[in-house]
């Protein structure tokens, strides 16, 4: 199994839609949860962190379970700026190390 | 506020050259990382540091040699360069465990 899985798309949804992407990890002594976004040919930049509680920031919903060792991101009224690569990344405990998810591209239409 | 810069953006290599890739954050970051991207891969880590003298081997080291000596910067040396290696390197730094990383621009290296 490998240690971080997301949906692999693409996603092609239009403009206002909601979409929902998920993320399983198989290291359960891991300790923290990121969503990064990375554009074509650019580098990875951190949307957000995950906490078992939920997070939102503005169209952004994220949620953790950590029972089932899962992490969703949901994006609310999408927007083209959204089209992108969505990568799930887990750091274990006590690492510094980061382990990414093979990304999940989106593609907002107009 | 320059985060993290990367130098080359773009490099090409023959078989069995050397360089060096430069790396250097100036936001005091303790933690500095180095990660490969290839097709269908996903980012995988070489070398990190969490902290000055000391560094550690990641999932894929073969091949690269890191060093840091000073906060700020976090070298990797590609030692007898391999088509292999062809890839997109990213160096990332973060002030603590637990928080996101800070990636820069990356550096597209291609060996012939």
């Known amino acids: 199994r490998k240690e971080v899985e997301q949906d692999p798309g693409p996603f092609n949804v239009p403009e206002g839609a909601t979409v929902a992407f998920n993320c399983t990890y198989s290291?359960?002594?891991?300790?923290?949860f990121f969503w990064y976004r990375q554009d074509c040919r650019k580098e990875p930049k951190l949307l957000m962190s995950?906490?078992?509680s939920g997070n939102e920031d503005g169209r952004f919903t994220a949620q953790l379970n950590r029972a089932s060792q899962y992490i969703s991101l949901l994006i609310r009224d999408s927007k083209l700026s959204d089209s992108a690569t969505y990568l799930c990344?887990?750091?274990?405990?006590?690492?510094?190390?980061?382990?990414f998810g093979k990304g999940t591209k989106l593609s907002v239409i107009p | 506020n320059a985060g993290v810069t990367q130098t080359p953006k773009f490099q090409v290599l023959k078989t069995g050259q050397s360089m060096t890739l430069q790396c250097a954050q100036d936001?005091?970051?303790?933690?500095m990382s180095w990660y490969r991207q290839d097709p269908g891969m996903g980012l995988r880590l070489i070398h990190y540091s969490v902290g000055a003298g000391i560094t550690d081997q990641g999932e894929v080291p073969n091949g690269y040699n890191v060093s840091r000596s000073t906060t700020e910067d976090f070298p990797l040396r590609l030692l007898s360069a391999a088509p292999s290696q062809t890839s997109v390197y990213f160096c990332?730094?973060?002030?603590?465990?637990?928080?996101?990383?800070?990636f820069g621009s990356g550096t597209r290296l291609t060996v012939v």
């Open positions: 990332a730094s973060s002030y603590a465990t637990g928080s996101g990383y800070t």
């Open positions: 290291n359960s002594a891991s300790q923290s």
């Open positions: 936001m005091n970051h303790e933690y």
């Open positions: 995950v906490y078992s």
């Open positions: 990344v887990v750091m274990g405990a006590g690492s510094y190390q980061l382990t």
